[in-house]
C-alpha cells in the first residue's frame, strides 16, 4: 500500500547515486513519509579490504541520510542495524540493552552500525527526531543467490550441492546462528514502522541453528576446514522480549519450509 521512492547505488532507475551525495539523497527522501535506509556495505568478512570506502558508506553516508531525513521533517526514520554489534559469546541470547564495548567487537562491520546507533539516538536525544534501528539476525531467503560470495551459509551450501561439491564448514560446524526468513524480517519491518516504537529492536527468531544441523537439512558430503577468517562471529540468538512487548508474538518460517522455499 505505500509507493515507495527507491535509491540505490546499483539500481537501473537512479544512475548510479551515492547515500554520501547530499543533493542525490535530498532529492529521493523529497515528498517522503518514512525513511527505511538500508544501503551499505554488509560483509564483516571483506570490510577490512576496502576500510576507508566501506566506512565511508556505512557511517558517513548514514550520517548524511539521517540528517536530510530529520531536516525534511520524516516521520520516522528507519535503519539497518546488525546482530553483529553484540559481542561474540556474552550470553546465551542477546538483549538490546546488553553494555557493548566497541572495542571488543570482532568486526568492523559491527562497530559501524553501533556507531550508526549512537548517531541515531543522538539525533533523538537532541531533536526529539524519530528513530529505529532494527538489528537484523541472519536473514536468509530469495534474492540472496545474487549476492555471490556474501550470501548466506545455506545458499553456500545449496550452491556447492547443486554443482556436486563438498558443503564446506569452517571449524566443527557447531557455531550456530539465528537465521531468520527474509518474509518475516520484512513483515517484522513493517509492523514495527507502523507503531510507536522506537529506539532499538532485535529482528530474529529467538532460535539457533547449528552450522552442521543446517548441512544435514540440505543434505550432502561435508568437509571441515580451519577458519580462516580474522573477525567470525560464531554465534547469534535474538531475545525477542522486547519485540512482542511491541508488536505481540510472532509466528515465523521454519528453517525447513525456508529451505524448501529456496530450493
Request: one cysteine or more.
Amino acid at each position: 500500500g505505500y509507493e515507495v521512492v527507491e535509491m540505490d547505488c546499483r539500481s537501473l532507475y537512479n544512475d548510479g547515486n551515492d547515500i554520501r551525495d547530499r543533493c542525490s539523497v535530498q532529492e529521493a527522501i523529497k515528498g517522503c513519509d518514512y525513511v527505511l535506509h538500508f544501503a551499505g556495505y554488509s560483509s564483516m568478512a571483506g570490510f577490512q579490504g576496502e576500510m576507508g570506502s566501506n566506512y565511508g558508506t556505512n557511517v558517513s553516508g548514514f550520517l548524511n541520510v539521517l540528517d536530510v531525513a530529520y531536516k525534511q521533517h520524516i516521520k520516522k526514520f528507519v535503519y539497518a542495524s546488525s546482530s553483529a554489534v553484540y559481542e561474540d559469546g556474552i550470553s546465551a541470547v542477546f538483549k538490546e540493552d546488553a553494555m557493548i564495548n566497541l572495542q571488543h567487537l570482532p568486526s568492523h562491520y559491527g562497530k559501524s552500525k553501533l556507531i550508526n546507533e549512537m548517531l541515531a539516538d543522538s539525533y533523538t536525544f537532541a531533536y526529539k527526531f524519530p528513530t529505529l534501528g532494527l538489528r537484523y539476525f541472519n536473514v536468509y531467503g530469495l534474492g540472496d543467490e545474487k549476492k555471490g560470495n556474501r550470501c548466506a551459509p545455506m545458499q553456500h551450501f545449496l550452491n556447492a550441492k547443486k554443482v556436486g561439491e563438498p558443503i564446506v564448514i569452517y571449524g566443527d560446524g557447531r557455531q550456530a546462528k539465528d537465521f531468520i526468513y527474509v518474509d518475516d524480517a520484512i513483515r517484522i519491518t513493517f509492523q514495527l514502522l507502523e507503531s510507536e516504537a522506537n529506539g532499538i529492536y532485535n529482528v530474529g527468531t529467538g532460535a539457533a541453528t547449528s552450522f552442521n544441523d543446517l548441512a544435514k537439512m540440505i543434505g550432502g558430503e561435508v568437509k571441515h576446514i580451519p577458519n580462516p577468517q580474522r573477525t567470525y562471529q560464531y554465534f547469534t540468538c535474538s531475545d525477542n522480549t522486547k519485540l512482542i512487548s511491541a508488536i505481540g508474538i510472532q509466528k515465523f518460517i521454519l528453517m525447513e519450509e525456508g529451505l524448501k522455499k529456496l530450493v
